[in-house]
């Protein structure tokens, strides 16, 4: 692609844009992730507004009546007036449910990969930087470390978090968090070596600066394109790994379900008819994904200012 | 459609299972599945029915000579698998062996520690001494199913497992076992009763509810256990299946922590911890048994497979409460009780349940925590996995449980779950909360060893009654099991109150 | 080259032990909070003597740290102790389940690069092809959509509706080697194909994303040019010569993914029935049976160790580049 | 004669083989180098020769592993780390591929004042004006300065690599080939600035290049490197007219002609540096190989003012 | 030399790049009407600024331009045979049989994981029905040829374990496996040093002189910025600016006595003059693709600009034939 940059600069300046404009330009170029963009951030509003926008609060055990359990959607209820999308077994509206489900998946899916994203960008820009400048013992050992915790299924470290600190939505973020990090730390670790190596970092040092500000000024931007695949995925992975948590009776608390738990909870109601109780969280679920995902490629792209334009 | 060959013995049967058997060792683990699967293999000298009526099986008959001798009488002509014949010192020796099977991990102890000699009489009739008077004692026998000193002597839970020495009295013989994944079993033509005409039996293990229903109407199996309660109804109506059903000896319950001072999780409206524990106030957990929709949750959730409770124990139990109708909802007179106790306002509560241990648990747990808040006790709910749910109730960490207990002998029941406990007479072992009532107990114990049958129904009714007055435990409901099958092509009749799959109970049609 | 190669196995090994190790106290102290066993196991009948009998058949009425220096004592000599509730040595337990789950997780995994590859080739290749949006629209179900809930639905349409595939179990194996293998008889096969395409369909979507983000970054690529201006055939020009270069960071996620496989054939196991030492985890952490579990963990590090051994070598003979000190830090 | 501004004495360069342990690779080989304030020094060799690893090693992006790098006749690495900053902050490097050495996430005034900024060798309000100074300085308009480096052609990406350097305000330029990937014309404009640079600044330049038309026409020294040792050093003059070593012969007469009618052309390939061959590096090559070529290492030796050679036949 | 009908015939070639402004598809012209031919045993240099086409007129040649640049108008004749158009079946078949290319960056070119035999054979097995064995020598062969040292050993090789210098002659190797009538050499000395540059253009020059079995029949179209090189190599130049052909000329001529300004311009930016004189670089940045000025492109740079040069110079023709200039005020001072 290196004819395309010799496409030489515009002769007249063109108006400088601060970078944050120039992304959001980059962006925009793309309809369908502008689209994308629109489903995410409605998704993330109801979600955040939930509280008023929902005609129920499904947490509210007092809000839910048993004797409107299992209704199909457009049914009319005791104490909301019609339940669009059906209810669930415990009579719990499933639009309400779901967007206060989104709330949490979305609280789980992001906020794990946010914290272990972070945490793990972190270990392997510090492993990667032992391997290029110091011989690499602490690589190697916070690579094990890695090892240790990708040969150690998810699911029992998460059942391990569990017993220690209770069922709880904080503690099954901190689970996802201990299974995610080392997925980023490896993928961070791989690209930053590879950044190291570049002779941008070399000028870099040429200019005395020192290894803490490259790795955050000049090797963390340029590994950012490879992480934010790896974070589309990992959120991806994070609310199915949620889910599956709760299909295995170790996720969030029942009473306060997210879309996983809805999809798991429903999942018995498959085979007899009853598959609105896992087929909306499963819509919102998928809405939601394909939305991350199809943003994310293209905030990838946008990322990179070659791409730009 | 109707098989050409119905009847004839020709053809198999295919059995989907919600869990399976440990091992093939008839005295390595006390529990429903191994008892249920065994059972095709082995027998007892006695068994229990639907009703919790005993029946004779390896023994035609028996009776209490004294309060400490029991006299019984093998049924003619029984012979094992391979041919040997059983002798009233096979049961001597399965009485030996018991104890002395190695790591264990829960064995058939308790019911022969009692056991202080077996005698034999003839080469049919034979004595059991106990060392202390226990009129239960046949009950004991119904589990416990016999061995034969000549093929079993010396045995290991590895020779039973792999096949060599599961050689049993049962209608059934071994054909092949895969720990976890499926049993194979062919009938045993020199049975002395009279075997379902099954070519061949295989119990395959197939944990997930979703799955079993699937293998069912893809015709992969023929016989399910553990029918979700919310396939019942679209099974029912499917003409290719039929649904078969017994009210379980379960009885799933509440267990407040009514002894202690303060308990954990029980908090005032703002989540402030409390300086007493209102758990302890007999009105307040009035209020909340008043409180539970028990109808609600098993027309809703249970989907009618249930009944709601009445009292403790459950319905297959002969010796419990007559004359109880469903405890109702009553919301005013819960909080009119809660306001006596001084408590109108309510308080805070965090209930506990099991996940994935009996059928909605984890649903009825909400349904439960739905009525709570209603009178004012505001309910969270939390569910655990077992592994850590039975231990934390064990270490009396939880303020409210649930769980269930199955038995179809009420005096076992409250002996177990709510007699003070002793670690001295290993009374209340599953009296997880302490709980201690004079009023029960002393009824109770003088019914433990009561030989005078009417008597004896009479105190434990009077502990019952105990226990219904104090609110020692909330009765929620009792469950219903259900078995579909491929609609003529088998019946099952249930032969018990305990749920899983004995091939014995399966006619073909 | 050889002798290096023995150097680096050992301070491989060295690692996988150490990990090991870690990792066994992790789940000795994580299980000893978890909860006790015996509370699960306890028949109901049982009295306080039995209860004490049991914990202390098992040994756990011995302190933690005194467990665990048995423990390790015990496992030097190779015996990871007998399973609680099976009385059966826990290695052999896990050992006897390994071929079904490798078998699954393999199915699984060829499933999943074969068709991901496949896919993300012609996506990469074609990428403004109505076909390639198409399956990169499909990608992100494959990504979001809950297995449990794929997995049921599988069977609701393959099973029940349409019949054509049986809804669970192992059906027939045919000894190989001494141990049973499914993939061998058609019965076997037809009971292998919905468990591993379910347990595929995340790391199908995986990797179709990564093969055409490779494919659109080698495909400019001066060498792929030139091999295309030497009058070479597509097929090989793309079988070859692009897919060689972006199988690198392909087998390492199918090596990351190996783990993440077995781990999550647990839920699939569990649905499917299908009888391999996933299904036998979720079962003893259930029931807390710590043998066990430390038998399962040991094997999947092993097996880890084995994977990233055989991904190593997979590099080396994709890329003669890499060299074993390469290789070494690589991980 | 001035003193020089930066010497590299004795400075060897050991690098491990991947995938042979323990074997080592000499990419240098003992090299004395010096540059003087306002010199113009020249590094030419065969690719491969470790032309780059001197230019590291003088940057302080390498450390030698045998050797001292002195600058103002004080060892870099025996100096406080305070002044040892500073010293290597006189040295800067431009590098060959204008492409790989800026960060493309970064604008240019990010790339230039980065650096300024940090060390704060300006105050903070003066910077954005320092930054603007270099880009003149090197011929571009500071109005480009919030775009990133692709959207510039190779030799304006190499002027910002070059204003990059000049920003820290260095005393020698170490530049790495900086011309070879860019064509005639703009080549002309980066040697006029480099030309400009050493007279108007007093800038000294160490230039790596293999074309010897430019290092000829710009240079004041030359220095001939081959497989990692310097072979031939000298004023330009003197050793473009009368070169002493057959390898720059033989270099300057394919420079010359790339069909020269006539002459003996070197044969074959240069050997690898991890078999370098026992006696001279350049015998299994040299057309006019002696005997003793084969045993014996010869040392650089005075042929003329400032002239040196490493070679038994020159004499 | 022949008056026969040239191999290589370029009529009129112009390549887009599809490009968007606003809602209108205003296609890019990457080359923008080039013609020129070539004749068997000739070599014609290409030379011209970075960006100004020479790759884009070779891959437009081979129908190897990345998608979505694509070839809008012009013939491409080849031995009479038009390639524009041709299906990629057809193509293949010409492709490193008949035509074949060398690549600039010789670390580039090779693919960096299969050894340099597989490469070869996987060439010669392409186009010709020969078993393994033989296809094996004749890649020992083609090594030896090019005068490789130990080619059977090198076959076992890999890219990386080769130095620059061989690895471009392993190129050239492969280029030359099937006699081609027709080389078209993309820069590919610009990363080697002088020994080695030499070397390889001595024996590009045997081959279109008769060398290696060429016969003296195969014709070079030979890429590169480096005028010396150009000079020395080729028969005839021709000088490339903004997408067109500016100026054709045998070698000689060309360098000596420029027509075109920007020709002279290049030749002006050469280091010459005493040492450490200033350079002449041309003024002004060559036009982006998309900001390319109507008329002559060189028009904004060049000092012989007049205003009618924002109409479209003619090809005026050079008198015997070999080429000609694309401007309306040329001249041997053209620019200066
Ligand atoms: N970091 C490194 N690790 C291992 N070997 C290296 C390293 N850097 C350089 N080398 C080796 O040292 C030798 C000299 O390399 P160097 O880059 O200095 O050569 P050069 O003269 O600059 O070549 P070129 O003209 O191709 O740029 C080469 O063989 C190279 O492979
Ligand atoms: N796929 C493409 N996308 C965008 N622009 C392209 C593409 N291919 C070629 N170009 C443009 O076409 C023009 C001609 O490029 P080309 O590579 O032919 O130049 P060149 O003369 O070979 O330059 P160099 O000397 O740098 O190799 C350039 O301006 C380039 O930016
Ligand atoms: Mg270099
Ligand atoms: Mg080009």
């Known amino acids: 692609?290196?004819?395309?940059?010799?496409?030489?600069?515009?002769?007249?300046?063109?108006?400088?844009?601060?970078?944050?404009?120039?992304?959001?330009?980059?962006?925009?170029?793309?309809?369908?992730?502008?689209?994308?963009?629109?489903?995410?951030?409605?998704?993330?509003?109801?979600?955040?507004?939930?509280?008023?926008?929902?005609?129920?609060?499904?947490?509210?055990?007092?809000q839910l009546d048993l004797l409107d359990g299992r209704l199909p959607p457009g049914a009319e209820g005791a104490l909301v007036g019609t339940?669009?999308?059906?209810?669930?077994?415990?009579?719990?509206?499933?639009?309400?449910?779901?967007?206060?489900?989104l709330r949490l998946s979305l609280l789980v899916g992001i906020g794990s990969a946010v914290v272990a994203g972070a945490l793990g960008t972190l270990v392997g820009l510090v492993a990667a930087q032992s391997r290029a400048q110091a011989g690499g013992r602490a690589d190697t050992a916070l690579m094990r470390l890695a090892d240790l915790q990708l040969s150690c299924p998810s699911i029992l470290i998460a059942l391990m978090v569990i017993a220690f600190l209770g069922r709880g939505t904080g503690n099954v973020l901190l689970a996802l968090v201990l299974v995610e990090w080392a997925y980023y730390a490896r993928a961070a670790r791989s690209a930053a070596l590879v950044e190291l190596k570049a002779e941008y970092v070399e000028a870099a040092r040429g200019l005395v600066l020192p290894s803490w500000w490259i790795l955050l000024r000049h090797v963390l931007p340029n590994c950012l394109p490879s992480l934010v695949v790896i974070a589309t995925t990992q959120v991806a992975r994070a609310i199915a790994l949620e889910a599956t948590l709760s299909f295995l009776g170790l996720g969030v608390p029942v009473t306060e379900p997210s879309l996983g738990l809805l999809i798991a909870n429903g999942r018995q109601y498959v085979l007899s008819g009853e598959t609105w109780i896992s087929l909306y969280p499963g819509v919102a679920l998928l809405l939601l994904m394909a939305a991350i995902n199809l943003a994310g490629d293209r905030f990838r792209d946008a990322l990179n200012p070659r791409l730009g334009q | 459609q109707s098989n050409p060959a119905a009847s004839s013995g020709s053809r198999p049967l295919s059995i989907g299972a919600i869990s399976a058997p440990n091992s093939l060792d008839p005295h390595f683990y006390q529990s429903p599945t191994n008892n249920q699967t065994l059972r095709q293999i082995f027998d007892p000298l006695v068994t229990e029915d639907a009703t919790g009526t005993l029946r004779p099986l390896l023994a035609e008959s028996w009776r209490a000579l004294d309060e400490t001798t029991w006299e019984f009488k093998l049924r003619p002509g029984i012979r094992f698998h391979d041919g040997t014949p059983l002798t009233p010192d096979d049961i001597a020796y399965t009485i030996e062996r018991v104890p002395n099977v190695p790591n264990s991990p829960g064995s058939f102890v308790p019911y022969v520690r009692n056991v202080a000699a077996v005698e034999v009489i003839d080469d049919r009739g034979f004595r059991i001494r106990s060392k202390t008077p226990n009129p239960f004692l046949d009950r004991d026998f119904t589990n416990l199913y016999i061995l034969s000193r000549k093929i079993h002597a010396g045995a290991e839970t590895a020779d039973f497992t792999s096949g060599k020495l599961a050689i049993g009295t049962g209608a059934f013989r071994y054909a092949g076992f895969t720990v976890g994944q499926q049993i194979e079993l062919e009938p045993n033509p020199a049975y002395w009763g009279r075997t379902p005409g099954w070519s061949r039996i295989r119990t395959?293990?197939?944990?997930?509810?979703?799955?079993?229903?699937?293998?069912?109407?893809?015709?992969?199996?023929?016989?399910?256990?553990?029918?979700?309660?919310?396939?019942?109804?679209?099974?029912?109506?499917?003409?290719?299946?039929?649904?078969?059903?017994?009210?379980?000896?379960?009885?799933?319950?509440?267990?407040?922590?009514?002894?202690?001072?303060?308990?954990?999780?029980?908090?005032?409206?703002?989540?402030?911890?409390?300086?007493?524990?209102?758990?302890?106030?007999?009105?307040?957990?009035?209020?909340?048994?008043?409180?539970?929709?028990?109808?609600?949750?098993?027309?809703?959730?249970?989907?009618?497979?249930?009944?709601?409770?009445?009292?403790?124990?459950?319905?297959?139990?002969?010796?419990?409460?007559?004359?109880?109708?469903?405890?109702?909802?009553?919301?005013?007179?819960?909080?009119?009780?809660?306001?006596?106790?001084?408590?109108?306002?309510?308080?805070?509560?965090?209930?506990?349940?099991?996940?994935?241990?009996?059928?909605g648990d984890v649903a009825v747990l909400q349904a439960i925590a739905q009525g709570f808040s209603r009178i004012g006790v505001e309910t969270k709910v939390e569910t655990l996995p077992i592994a850590t749910f039975f231990s934390r109730a064990t270490n009396r960490e939880f303020a409210l449980f649930l769980t269930t207990y199955a038995t179809t002998n009420s005096a076992e029941l409250l002996r177990q779950v709510v007699l003070t406990k002793d670690q001295e007479t290993g009374a209340g072992p599953f009296n997880r909360q302490r709980y201690s009532n004079p009023k029960l107990d002393a009824p109770l114990l003088a019914a433990l060893g009561d030989f005078d049958a009417d008597r004896r129904v009479a105190r434990i009714r009077d502990a019952l009654a105990a226990l219904e007055e104090d609110v020692g435990v909330i009765p929620v409901f009792y469950p219903r099991f259900n078995w579909a099958g491929r609609k003529g092509y088998v019946r099952f009749v249930p032969g018990n109150a305990f749920g899983h799959t004995n091939a014995v109970f399966a006619e073909p049609v | 080259m050889t002798g290096t190669m023995v150097g680096w196995l050992v301070r491989r090994s060295a690692q996988a032990a150490l990990v090991v190790l870690a990792m066994t106290v992790l789940v000795f102290v994580g299980l000893h909070v978890a909860g006790n066993p015996v509370d699960i196991l306890v028949p109901p009948e049982a009295d306080a003597a039995e209860r004490a009998r049991i914990a202390a058949s098992f040994g756990l009425d011995q302190p933690l740290w005194r467990q665990y220096l048995l423990f390790v004592a015990r496992a030097l000599q190779g015996d990871l102790g007998r399973s609680f509730i099976y009385n059966q040595p826990a290695l052999a337990l896990v050992v006897e389940r390994l071929p079904a789950t490798l078998e699954l997780s393999l199915a699984a995994l060829v499933l999943a690069a074969g068709?991901?590859?496949?896919?993300?080739?012609?996506?990469?290749?074609?990428?403004?092809?109505?076909?390639?949006?198409?399956?990169?629209?499909?990608?992100?179900?494959?990504?979001?959509?809950?297995?449990?809930?794929?997995?049921?639905?599988?069977?609701?349409?393959?099973?029940?509706?349409?019949?054509?595939?049986?809804?669970?179990?192992?059906?027939?194996?045919?000894?190989?080697?001494?141990?049973?293998?499914?993939?061998?008889?058609?019965?076997?096969?037809?009971?292998?194909?919905?468990?591993?395409?379910?347990?595929?369909?995340?790391?199908?979507?995986?990797?179709?994303?990564?093969?055409?983000?490779?494919?659109?970054?080698?495909?400019?690529?001066?060498?792929?040019?030139?091999?295309r201006a030497r009058g070479l055939a597509p097929s090989r020009v793309v079988g070859v010569h692009i897919l060689r270069t972006i199988l690198i960071p392909i087998v390492t996620v199918i090596g990351l993914e190996f783990c993440s496989t077995v781990a999550f054939s647990m839920v699939t196991e569990s649905i499917f029935a299908w009888p391999g030492m996933g299904r036998l985890m979720v079962e003893s952490i259930h029931v807390l049976d710590r043998p066990v579990i430390v038998a399962y963990l040991v094997a999947v590090v092993l097996l880890f160790v084995a994977v990233n051994l055989l991904a190593d070598i997979l590099y080396r003979l994709l890329d003669p580049r890499v060299g074993t000190a390469g290789a070494g830090s690589g991980a | 004669m001035n003193a020089p501004l930066a010497e590299l004495r004795g400075v060897s360069r050991l690098f491990p083989i991947p995938g042979r342990r323990g074997a080592v690779l000499r990419a240098v080989d003992g090299v004395d180098l010096a540059v003087r304030r306002g010199e113009l020094v020249g590094l030419v060799g065969e690719s491969g020769c470790g032309k780059s690893t001197v230019a590291r090693i003088a940057a302080g992006l390498l450390?030698?592993?045998?050797?001292?790098?002195?600058?103002?006749?004080?060892?870099?690495?025996?100096?406080?780390?305070?002044?040892?900053?500073?010293?290597?902050?006189?040295?800067?490097?431009?590098?060959?591929?204008?492409?790989?050495?800026?960060?493309?996430?970064?604008?240019?005034?990010?790339?230039?004042?980065?650096?300024?900024?940090?060390h704060r060798l300006v105050p903070r309000d003066a910077l954005a004006e320092h930054v603007a100074a270099q880009l003149l300085r090197v011929g571009l308009d500071p109005a480009l300065r919030r775009h990133h480096p692709h959207r510039f052609s190779g030799g304006q990406r190499q002027r910002i690599g070059i204003a990059r350097a000049l920003a820290v305000r260095p005393d020698l330029l170490v530049c790495d080939e900086p011309v070879t990937a860019l064509d005639v014309s703009v080549r002309a404009g980066i040697l006029n600035l480099f030309l400009d640079l050493r007279d108007r600044n007093g800038l000294a330049i160490l230039f790596i290049s293999h074309d010897l038309s430019v290092v000829g026409h710009i240079c004041d020294r030359v220095v001939v490197m081959y497989l990692g040792r310097v072979v031939e050093e000298g004023p330009v003059d003197a050793l473009f007219e009368r070169p002493r070593?057959?390898?720059?012969?033989?270099?300057?007469?394919?420079?010359?002609?790339?069909?020269?009618?006539g002459t003996v052309p070197v044969r074959g390939e240069a050997p690898s540096l991890a078999e370098r061959p026992a006696g001279c590096p350049f015998h299994p090559r040299c057309p006019m190989a002696r005997p003793d070529c084969r045993r014996e290492v010869p040392a650089l030796r005075g042929v003329g003012e400032g002239h040196r050679v490493a070679c038994l036949l020159a004499g | 030399m022949t008056a026969t009908l040239p191999l290589l015939e370029v009529r009129g070639l112009r390549t887009e790049l599809p490009a968007r402004q606003g809602a209108l598809n205003v296609p890019l012209n990457v080359l923008d009407g080039v013609s020129f031919s070539l004749g068997r045993g000739r070599i014609l240099g290409l030379v011209g600024e970075s960006g100004s086409g020479k790759s884009a007129t070779a891959f437009s040649i081979m129908g190897l331009l990345d998608p979505p640049a694509r070839v809008a108008g012009g013939s491409i004749r080849f031995a009479g045979r038009e390639l524009a158009g041709l299906p990629e079946r057809e193509l293949r078949r010409l492709r490193g049989n008949r035509i074949a290319m060398i690549f600039q960056d010789p670390m580039m070119t090779l693919n960096p994981v299969l050894t340099i035999g597989a490469q070869i054979v996987e060439t010669v097995l392409?186009?010709?029905?020969?078993?393994?064995?033989?296809?094996?020598?004749?890649?020992?062969?083609?090594?030896?040829?090019?005068?490789?040292?130990?080619?059977?050993?090198?076959?076992?090789?890999?890219?990386?374990?080769?130095?620059?210098?061989?690895?471009?002659?392993?190129?050239?190797?492969?280029?030359?496996?099937?006699?081609?009538?027709?080389?078209?050499?993309?820069?590919?000395?610009?990363?080697?040093?002088?020994?080695?540059?030499?070397?390889?253009?001595?024996?590009?020059?045997?081959?279109?002189?008769?060398?290696?079995?060429?016969?003296?029949?195969?014709?070079?179209?030979?890429?590169?910025?480096?005028?010396?090189?150009?000079?020395?190599?080729?028969?005839?130049?021709?000088?490339?600016?903004?997408?067109?052909?500016?100026?054709?000329?045998?070698?000689?001529?060309?360098?000596?006595?420029?027509?075109?300004?920007y020709t002279a311009g290049l030749l002006a930016s050469l280091p010459r003059g005493p040492r450490g004189s200033r350079l002449t670089p041309i003024p002004g940045l060559p036009p982006t693709l998309s900001g390319r000025p109507a008329g002559c492109a060189f028009r904004p740079r060049c000092c012989a600009a007049v205003p009618a040069c924002a109409a479209d110079p003619p090809w005026q023709g050079r008198a015997d034939g070999r080429g000609g200039v694309r401007c309306l005020n040329p001249g041997p001072e053209g620019s200066r």
Do not use: C
């Open chain 1, 1 to 62: 692609m290196s004819s395309l940059t010799e496409d030489g600069p515009p002769s007249a300046p063109l108006p400088s844009l601060s970078p944050l404009r120039v992304l959001w330009r980059d962006f925009a170029a793309s309809r369908v992730a502008l689209g994308s963009l629109a489903v995410f951030l409605l998704l993330v509003a109801a979600a955040v507004l939930a509280p008023w926008i929902a005609p129920q609060n499904p947490f509210d055990l007092t």
């Open chain 1, 83 to 101: 339940y669009w999308l059906g209810t669930d077994d415990q009579g719990r509206d499933m639009l309400s449910a779901i967007l206060f489900g």
């Open chain 2, 204 to 359: 395959r293990f197939i944990p997930d509810a979703g799955a079993r229903v699937a293998g069912l109407l893809s015709g992969d199996l023929d016989l399910i256990d553990g029918v979700p309660v919310q396939d019942v109804a679209h099974l029912t109506a499917d003409k290719k299946v039929e649904i078969f059903s017994v009210a379980s000896a379960t009885s799933a319950y509440l267990f407040p922590d009514a002894s202690r001072d303060q308990a954990p999780f029980v908090t005032d409206r703002a989540g402030r911890p409390l300086d007493r524990n209102p758990l302890k106030d007999v009105r307040v957990r009035q209020a909340l048994s008043l409180a539970i929709d028990r109808k609600g949750i098993v027309e809703r959730l249970l989907l009618g497979q249930g009944t709601p409770a009445d009292q403790f124990a459950p319905p297959p139990a002969p010796d419990r409460l007559p004359n109880r109708a469903p405890i109702a909802v009553d919301v005013a007179r819960a909080k009119r009780l809660l306001t006596e106790a001084g408590y109108p306002e309510g308080f805070g509560l965090t209930i506990h349940g099991p996940s994935g241990f009996f059928t």
């Open chain 3, 115 to 227: 068709l991901g590859i496949g896919l993300g080739l012609y996506a990469g290749l074609r990428p403004r092809a109505a076909a390639a949006r198409l399956i990169m629209a499909g990608s992100v179900v494959g990504l979001s959509l809950p297995g449990f809930w794929v997995g049921l639905m599988l069977v609701i349409g393959f099973s029940v509706r349409l019949g054509w595939l049986p809804s669970s179990g192992r059906g027939e194996t045919v000894a190989v080697l001494g141990v049973g293998w499914s993939f061998l008889t058609a019965d076997g096969l037809a009971h292998l194909i919905l468990p591993a395409a379910n347990l595929a369909l995340f790391k199908l979507a995986l990797i179709l994303r990564l093969t055409r983000a490779g494919v659109r970054e080698v495909v400019h690529l001066d060498y792929v040019r030139f091999a």
């Open chain 4, 63 to 118: 450390p030698p592993s045998a050797g001292r790098v002195l600058i103002d006749g004080q060892d870099v690495a025996a100096l406080p780390a305070a002044e040892g900053r500073a010293a290597r902050l006189r040295v800067q490097m431009v590098f060959q591929n204008p492409h790989a050495s800026l960060n493309p996430r970064f604008t240019v005034e990010e790339i230039v004042g980065e650096a300024v900024r940090y």
């Open chain 4, 245 to 261: 070593h057959p390898y720059t012969q033989a270099l300057l007469a394919d420079s010359r002609s790339a069909l020269p009618e």
């Open chain 5, 126 to 261: 392409a186009h010709a029905r020969v078993g393994r064995a033989e296809a094996r020598r004749r890649a020992r062969d083609a090594l030896g040829r090019v005068g490789v040292p130990g080619p059977e050993e090198r076959l076992d090789a890999h890219p990386h374990e080769l130095s620059g210098g061989l690895r471009q002659r392993v190129a050239i190797a492969i280029a030359l496996l099937h006699e081609p009538d027709l080389i078209i050499a993309d820069e590919p000395t610009t990363a080697l040093d002088a020994t080695i540059q030499a070397q390889i253009l001595r024996e590009i020059r045997g081959l279109a002189g008769g060398a290696f079995g060429g016969g003296g029949r195969t014709a070079v179209l030979w890429i590169t910025h480096d005028l010396s090189v150009a000079e020395q190599l080729s028969d005839e130049i021709a000088v490339m600016y903004a997408g067109r052909i500016v100026e054709q000329a045998p070698a000689g001529e060309l360098l000596s006595r420029p027509v075109h300004p």
